[in-house]
């Protein structure tokens, strides 16, 4: 079958139902946008690394098939074959809607496009939705638009604009994601090739100054300490101490040192609407609540320690015990 046929040429074309109608007809300025969005959507499905994104974006285009076909019929045919787009249709845009605000949280205030190129072509995508609305707006004026249609649109624009800041969030969690492990294997590489400072002697006085703090409390904790790659050097379980409190303290001085911070600190921020929020499901020994310190000398990042088996509250107390014994120790040395 040739790809041209030549009846195009003087200008006309041919709705589905026999009907011929010139080129920059109204109708036919409707399904070409249409069809111009569902080609933007092509080139982000192309580039998506998430594979629920990208069954939505085809999901959406077979959608605007269905869109494009019924602006494409004439009155007989739309008569004949009914809306082809349904209030399911439109439930299924606000379900997406809701499903991956919730993910990264609230929106306060508007997105300039261009923070990735697959969210750059779903925001184009989404100008092009747009702009097809408004020639659908003008279109029911003139003839019959189902009311279904015209919401599916509307709704579309929204979908895409949450689609476009889902990518941009996951992207950024992807990007602090794969740092720390660069940094993790990076610094476990230097470490290989130089002494530890966490002796016998200096684990020692860290395990002390936990121990008395946590006897003196009546909370008995797991301690875990942490070189600067993240990797565990030393651990001890005191008696009476949650089997749980093993793996959570060890993940407590992991996460102090990959984000170079109390862990306390980044409970807000993994908070929906927060700098870092999912950061935890995209990693799943980082911990957000407190108990894991980093250890400094000089400003320079040299380890981690890791408390828990008791509330945040004692699990940070003890912990502040030990870093201030650990600060001690080097200010002696010096």
Request: include cysteine.
């Amino acid at each position: 079958m040739n790809i041209f046929t030549k009846r195009g040429d003087s200008g006309l074309t041919s709705l589905y139902g026999g009907t011929e109608v010139s080129k920059d007809d109204l109708r036919v300025w409707c399904y070409g946008t249409v069809d111009e969005a569902s080609s933007a959507l092509a080139i982000a499905h192309a580039s998506l690394e998430f594979d629920d994104l990208k069954s939505i974006i085809r999901e959406i285009q077979n959608s605007l098939f269905s869109v494009s076909a019924e602006l494409a019929s004439d009155e007989t045919q739309r008569q004949k074959e009914g809306p082809r787009i349904t209030e399911q249709d439109i439930g299924r845009l606000e379900g997406i809607i809701t499903n991956y605000t919730e993910e990264f949280g609230k929106v306060t205030g508007f997105s300039l496009p261009g923070e990735t190129q697959v969210s750059s072509t779903i925001h184009l995508a989404r100008t092009i939705v747009r702009r097809a609305e408004r020639h659908v707006v003008s279109l029911s004026r003139q003839g019959d638009v189902s009311p279904s249609l015209l919401k599916y649109l509307n709704r579309l624009s929204d979908t895409l604009y949450v689609l476009a800041k889902i990518e941009v969030y996951r992207n950024f969690i992807k990007q602090v994601v794969d740092k720390l492990k660069k940094l993790q294997i990076d610094r476990s590489s230097d470490m290989a090739n130089e002494d530890t400072i966490f002796n016998m002697e200096l684990c020692d006085i860290l395990r002390n100054a936990a121990l008395s703090e946590s006897l003196s409390m009546g909370v008995p904790v797991s301690l875990s300490i942490a070189d600067g790659g993240g990797n565990q050097v030393y651990f001890c379980r005191f008696p009476g101490a949650l089997l749980v409190s093993v793996g959570i303290a060890q993940n407590k001085s992991y996460t102090a040192v990959a984000m170079k911070q109390p862990t306390g600190n980044l409970y807000e921020a993994a908070l929906p609407g927060g700098s870092l929020h999912g950061i935890n499901t995209a990693d799943p020994r980082l911990v957000v609540f407190g108990g894991g310190f980093p250890l400094f000398i000089g400003g320079e990042l040299v380890g981690g320690i890791g408390i828990s088996g008791g509330s945040v509250q004692e699990d940070e107390q003890i912990g502040r015990r030990v870093v201030v014994e650990f600060e001690k120790h080097f200010l002696k040395g010096n």
